[in-house]
Nanobody, 121 residues
C-alpha cells in the first residue's frame, strides 16, 4: 500500500525558507515512471501545482514559483523535499505531496494528508 506523509514546521517567518519533507512507503521513489509532486491550497483558493521530481531525479517547476522553489530527494530514506524561499503571508497554505502516475489517465493517485503552513511573524 502506497502512503505519503508530509512533515515540517507549521509556522515560518516572512522572508525565511519553508522546508517540508514527504516520506513515501510502499513504493520506491526511483520506480519508473512515477513523479513526486508538491501541491498547495491557500485558504479559500484552489489547488496550486508547485513542481515535480521524476523517478530519474529530473525536476520541473511552476513558472510562477520557479525562482523560489527547489525539490530534491534522498533515495536512501525514500523521501523528497520542498524548499520555498523568501516566503510571504501569501504562501500560507495546506501543502500536499502526491504521486503522479503517468499510466492510464495521467493522474495524481496517492496523496499525503496535507500539512498546514502559516507564514507569520
Amino acid at each position: 500500500q502506497v502512503q505519503l506523509q508530509e512533515s515540517g514546521p507549521g509556522l515560518v517567518k516572512p522572508s525565511q525558507t519553508l522546508s517540508l519533507s514527504c516520506t513515501v512507503s510502499g513504493v520506491s521513489i526511483t520506480t519508473s515512471y512515477y513523479g513526486w509532486s508538491w501541491i498547495r491550497q491557500p485558504p479559500g483558493k484552489g489547488l496550486e501545482w508547485m513542481g515535480v521530481i521524476l523517478f530519474d531525479g529530473e525536476t520541473y517547476y511552476s513558472p510562477s514559483l520557479k525562482s523560489r522553489t527547489s525539490i530534491s530527494r534522498e533515495t536512501s530514506k525514500n523521501q523528497f523535499s520542498l524548499q520555498l524561499s523568501s516566503v510571504t503571508p501569501e504562501d500560507t497554505a495546506v501543502y500536499y505531496c502526491a504521486r503522479l502516475n503517468p499510466s492510464g489517465r495521467y493522474e495524481y493517485d496517492y496523496w499525503g494528508q496535507g500539512t498546514q503552513v502559516t507564514v507569520s511573524s
